[in-house]
């Protein structure tokens, strides 16, 4: 890579996941990349991994859902470099949850990270990119974003909200030729997906639960890694065009196009289902992916 292709880029939350493997990834293609996280001593695999392909991924301490470490950890980075080419936005959390259940203080908190945190992070580079008049935004969501998951009402929503903010922001940022993208993976095979093995067998949506983790091992089943979404993302920051979404990882692409076909009656007789296997059938007919678990 010339040197004037190779861009600044941070990427939050880059201990795991995607984000691991999205720094990693990115710094083999010869960018200078920061990877954050809330404490450093948690990102000895990451220094690992890109030591393996022989890159450097440099860390910073930043914890997206506190003002004073975003602008502690960003002014760092751009004390070093003196500005930031792209800044990924992939820090974020899970939460299983139909709503009668939602504890009300851990919604806040998956809020705080996963949408309020975009927003500190955007706050901290966008002076330095508009003085430029240029940069990348990108932000990770998920399919989630897209349609409304099963017992998950509080992370979709955030993802939700999300989307949102990506367009607002895309058009907010025109006039700077700052673009804006929003990755929507399925699901990845990734530590995240731990978090996704509660029933809740004693609930009275315990139907709910169980076929929200159906679909997760579906997921977990097809095997996607985090590197397929590294690779998307790596597309989308060079992607000359103002597209805003790139759907990835299992599902995604079923997902997304399919909610615009289904009918918000057949949306409420899905929910509806009297048992797993007329669920999973309606599934199969609205998006086109068995979800029924293996015999």
């Known amino acids: 890579m010339s040197a004037a292709a190779a861009k600044v880029v941070v990427v939050t939350g880059a201990n795991s996941g995607i984000g691991r493997a999205a720094a990693v990834h990115l710094a083999a293609a010869g960018h200078t990349v920061y990877g954050t996280m809330r404490d450093l001593a948690k990102g ?8 393996d392909v022989g890159a450097i991924v440099n860390t910073v301490a ?47 908190d998956v809020f705080d990270v996963n949408y309020f945190g975009i927003v500190r992070c955007t706050q901290a580079v966008l002076p330095t990119m508009r003085e430029r008049r ?14 409304a998951a099963l017992a998950q009402v509080i992370y979709a929503s955030s ?19 700052i673009k804006v993208r929003m990755i929507e993976p399925g699901v ?3 530590a995240l997906l731990a978090k996704h093995t509660d029933l809740n067998e004693g609930s009275p949506y315990a139907d709910a639960y169980r076929r ?3 679909f997760y091992m579906a997921g977990i ?4 890694g985090a590197d397929v979404v590294a690779q998307t993302i790596a597309g989308a920051i060079d992607d000359p065009s103002d597209r805003l979404r790139y759907v990835c990882a299992y599902g995604g692409e079923e997902l997304g196009s399919g909610r615009d076909g289904v009918s918000d009656a057949d949306w409420v007789a899905l929910g509806a289902a009297g048992s797993d296997e007329e669920y999973f059938e309606r599934f199969r007919s609205a998006f086109g992916l068995d979800i029924a678990p293996s015999t």
């Open 159 to 177: 993802k939700w909200a999300v989307e949102c903010l990506s367009e607002n922001l895309a058009q907010e940022l025109a006039p700077w030729n």
């Open 62 to 108: 930043l914890d997206v859902a506190d003002d004073d470490s975003v602008a502690s950890g960003m002014e760092q980075i751009l004390h070093a470099e003196g500005h930031v080419d792209v800044l990924i936005n992939n820090a974020g959390v899970g939460m299983n949850a139909v709503l009668e259940e939602v504890d009300i203080e851990a919604a806040k």
């Open 44 to 51: 000895d695999k990451l220094l690992a991994k890109a030591a």
């Open 134 to 147: 240029t940069g990348t935004i990108v932000n990770i969501s998920s399919i989630a974003g897209r349609l």
């Open 188 to 190: 990845t095979r990734t």
């Open 212 to 214: 929200m983790f159906a």
């Open 221 to 224: 089943e097809a095997g996607v």
